[in-house]
C-alpha cells in the first residue's frame, strides 16, 4: 500500500489520510486524536495513542502500520481506524493478509475500537468501507478483535459490508466488570458475608505480623524498580506451577517499560505495592480512564499465600478506587470464580471478520468464526477447572508449532 499523506478521496464530506509512520502520528496526529477520544463515549485507554505507539514499538516489526485518520470540510478528525497490516501463513493454503486493529496479536490490549465523533458514525463506516474497497488488492481479511460490544461502529461496519455482499462473521468473547458504588461501605455490603468478615480480619492477622506499607507508584524515577517487582512477583508465581510466566517475553517487559512512563504522565497509571517488613509482596498494575480502572497485570510472592497479600492488595486498592470517584474496576477478558467474588458482572467484546465473497479469505474466516462457537460453547458448559485444563494444553500445542 502507498503512503498517501495527501487526501486520496472525499465521500460524504469527510476525506481520508493514511499514517504509516509513528513518528509522524506522534508529530501531527496525536493532539487531534486526544481532542477526538474527549468526544468519544465509548473510550478507554486502549484506544490513546500512548497506549498504542508503546505497543507499536514493542510487538510492531512483523507488521506495517496503517492508520487512517477521517476529517471533515474544516479539516477536523472526526475519526481514527488504527490499523496494522499482518501476514499469516497458510496452511495447506495460501498465505493471508489480515488488516488487524492496532494492538491486537499479543494478547495485552482488550476493548480496542474505531473511534469516531458522535454525528458521523455512517460517513465514517461508509468512508472506511470505500478506503477498503479500493485498497482490495492489497489486503485478504479484516479481523477486528476485541470490540466493546456496543462499538458504535461495530454493527454499522458489519451491516454496511453485508449490503456490499461481503461475507461477515460475528463472535464473543467473555468479559469482566465491577460496578462500584459510590461508598466502600455499600460495596462492602455487596460482598458475601464470609469477605465482608475476611477483609479486615486478614488485615488486621497481617499488620500483627509485620510492618504492612500499601504503596501507589507516583514517579518515574520509581517505575524501573516497580517494574522489576511486578515481573519478578509475577514470574515467581508461574514459575513454581511450571509455566514460563508471561514476562519471559522481553518485548512485553520493553512494552511495560515504555507504556507505563506514557500513562503515568498523563496520570492513567494505577500501579500499586504490598510492602511488608519493607519487602514487595505483591503488586497490581492497572490503568485509569475517566471513571474506569482497568486491571491488566498482577503478581504475589506465593510464599506467603497463606497472608492472602494479593487478596488484600485488590481490597486496598478498590477501597481507594471507590473513593477517588472511580465507578468501574474492569477485569478485563475471561471468566474466573475470583472475579466473581468480587462482584463481577460478565459481559462479552466482539470480534467482527470482514471478507470478500467466494475467496480463500471467505473460507478461512468461516472455519475460524465456527472454531470460535465452539471454543465458547465449550467454555459456556464445562466446568472451570476443566476448560483452564484445555486452555493450557491448547497454548502448550500452538507454542509447540510456533
Not at 5 to 27: C, F, G, K, W
Request: contains cysteine.
Amino acid at each position: 500500500m502507498k503512503c498517501r499523506s495527501i487526501v486520496p478521496y472525499m465521500l460524504e464530506n469527510v476525506h481520508v489520510r493514511v499514517y504509516q509512520n509513528a513518528d509522524t502520528i506522534e508529530e501531527t496526529l496525536s493532539p487531534r486524536w486526544d481532542e477526538l477520544l474527549s468526544e468519544f463515549d465509548s473510550a478507554t485507554v486502549f484506544c490513546t495513542w500512548e497506549w498504542l505507539r508503546a505497543w507499536w514499538r514493542a510487538f510492531g516489526n512483523r507488521q506495517k502500520l496503517l492508520v487512517l485518520g477521517f476529517f471533515d470540510e474544516t479539516d477536523r478528525l472526526v475519526g481514527v481506524a488504527p490499523l496494522m497490516l499482518a501476514t499469516r501463513p497458510g496452511r495447506g493454503g495460501p498465505h493471508l493478509r489480515i488488516l488487524r486493529l492496532l494492538g491486537d496479536g499479543s494478547g495485552d490490549s482488550d476493548n480496542l475500537d474505531l473511534p469516531v465523533r458522535r454525528g458521523y458514525e455512517n460517513a465514517f463506516v461508509n468512508s472506511l468501507l470505500h478506503w477498503l474497497q479500493e485498497e482490495a488488492d492489497h489486503w485478504d481479511l479484516c479481523e477486528f478483535n476485541t470490540l466493546p460490544r456496543d462499538s458504535p461502529t461495530a454493527i454499522r461496519l458489519q451491516m454496511r459490508a453485508r449490503d456490499l455482499g461481503w461475507n461477515t462473521f460475528q463472535c464473543e468473547r467473555p468479559r469482566s466488570v465491577v460496578h462500584l458504588p459510590e461508598s466502600w461501605e455499600a460495596y462492602l455490603r455487596s460482598l458475601s458475608s464470609e469477605d465482608q468478615h475476611n477483609l479486615p480480619r486478614y488485615l488486621r492477622r497481617l499488620q500483627h505480623r509485620y510492618h504492612v506499607h500499601f504503596k501507589k507508584c507516583r514517579a518515574e524515577q520509581e517505575l524501573p524498580g516497580a517494574l522489576k517487582t511486578l515481573f519478578d512477583l509475577h514470574q515467581m508465581r508461574w514459575q513454581s506451577r511450571g509455566e514460563p510466566g508471561t514476562f519471559c517475553n522481553s518485548a512485553r517487559r520493553k512494552f511495560y517499560g515504555e507504556m507505563s512512563g506514557a500513562l503515568l504522565a498523563r496520570g492513567y497509571l494505577e500501579f500499586w505495592l504490598l510492602e511488608l517488613d519493607g519487602e514487595p509482596v505483591a503488586a497490581q498494575f492497572a490503568m485509569r480512564y475517566r471513571n474506569t480502572v482497568f486491571q491488566l497485570q498482577e503478581g504475589f510472592d506465593p510464599r506467603h499465600s497463606s497472608d492472602k497479600v494479593g487478596y488484600l492488595l485488590r481490597g486496598y486498592i478498590l477501597r481507594q478506587l471507590i473513593a477517588s470517584g472511580v465507578r468501574h474496576y474492569d477485569f478485563l477478558g475471561g471468566r474466573a470464580p475470583h472475579k466473581l467474588r468480587w462482584r463481577a458482572e460478565d459481559g462479552n467484546y466482539i470480534t467482527v471478520r470482514l471478507a470478500r465473497p467466494h475467496s480463500f479469505a471467505a473460507m478461512y474466516a468461516s472455519l475460524a468464526h465456527h472454531s470460535d462457537k465452539g471454543k465458547e460453547r465449550l467454555r459456556t458448559y464445562l466446568p472451570p477447572r476443566a476448560w483452564k485444563t484445555l486452555h493450557e494444553i491448547n497454548s502448550r500445542l500452538s507454542k509447540a508449532e510456533a
